[in-house]
């Protein structure tokens, strides 16, 4: 049995999914027709599949959808994805967290102003396929660290520099610097990073340091979730990404006397951190 088991202060969802989810079963309560999200509503398996089993129904695409209400995740979705979805006479139920809607303001400000942009993040992740659709795509990079950066983008007069919402603050400010370092006329920085995902990685670094092993737990499809665990993984070699109590009993861990550390990525709500913490001392 395990000796002692910290759960870090800001384990768990962010107000951005806790909004998405509330309102998503409050759509499902009161709707009579078909209710779709357009792709998973967040990046956690379980909770999607409770999602389901309530009616809500995930549709890859738009043409997926014929009737009823589509509900746009907190990631949000390409500029004109609202007006198609209303032309096709779908209800709309934006939920794009505040935070993101930032973000996509921010790369459309840059391109009105004749910037060139430079967005540090994935740019396979459903939130920077939207963010980026609100700027030019030819006066812009997507890159994740200082080494995708070309030559050419160092003589451009007129720079801004966002961030994905869930990226390392480290991983922002690499890229930050290395313009600053290199003769660029005007740079201008906005830092998009979300606060709740600074804390949460701050904090879990801090407790993955002082703890024997850390488990952080959330969906191998989360951005959020797994950047977490990479950077505890970095402090803490005995750092495990866990889906579900019953992988973390396949893991055979020996966990006797030992101090356990548990944090939870943005899209992981509190009954599967619960369930997870019985499952640890029980090991
Ligand atoms: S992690 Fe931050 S940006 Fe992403 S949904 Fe949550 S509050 Fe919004």
Not at 40 to 64: C, F, M, S, T
Not at 121 to 127: A, N, Q, S, T, Y
Not at 192 to 207: H, V
Not at 219 to 229: E, L, V
């Amino acid at each position: 049995m395990a000796k002692k088991i910290i759960l870090a202060e800001t384990a768990g969802v962010c107000f951005g999914v806790e909004r998405a989810l509330r309102k998503s079963f409050e759509v499902m309560e009161g709707s009579k027709e078909e209710v779709h999200s357009l792709g998973p509503i967040i990046h956690n398996p379980q909770v999607v599949k409770r999602l389901e089993e309530r009616g809500v129904k995930v549709a890859e695409k738009l043409e997926d959808t014929s009737s009823g209400t589509v509900i746009i995740r907190a990631h949000g979705v390409p500029v004109g994805t609202v007006g198609t979805a209303k032309d096709r006479g779908l209800n709309v139920v934006d939920l794009t967290c505040p935070i993101v809607k930032k973000l996509q303001y921010a790369v459309k400000k840059l391109a009105e102003e004749g910037s060139f942009t430079v967005i540090v993040g994935d740019k396979k992740h459903p939130e920077i396929i939207g963010a980026r659709s609100y700027g030019d795509p030819e006066k812009m990079i997507i890159i994740e660290n200082k080494s995708e950066i070309g030559e050419e983008v160092f003589t451009k007069k007129k720079v801004g520099i966002v961030a994905q919402t869930t990226i390392a603050f480290e991983q922002f400010r690499e890229v930050v610097d290395e313009f600053l370092a290199r003769s660029t006329e005007e740079i201008k920085i906005f830092n998009t990073i979300c606060d709740d995902i600074f804390n949460k990685q701050r904090e879990a670094i801090e407790l993955a340091k002082s703890v024997d092993v850390m488990v952080v737990i959330g969906g191998k499809n989360s951005s959020n979730t797994t950047k977490i665990a990479k950077l505890c993984h970095e402090v803490n070699p005995n750092t495990y990404q866990i889906e579900t109590v019953s992988e973390i009993r396949s893991l055979g861990l020996n966990l006797n006397e030992k101090t356990i550390g548990v944090t939870a990525g943005a899209s992981t709500p509190s009954w599967i951190i619960e369930e997870m913490l019985q499952g640890i001392q029980e090991i």
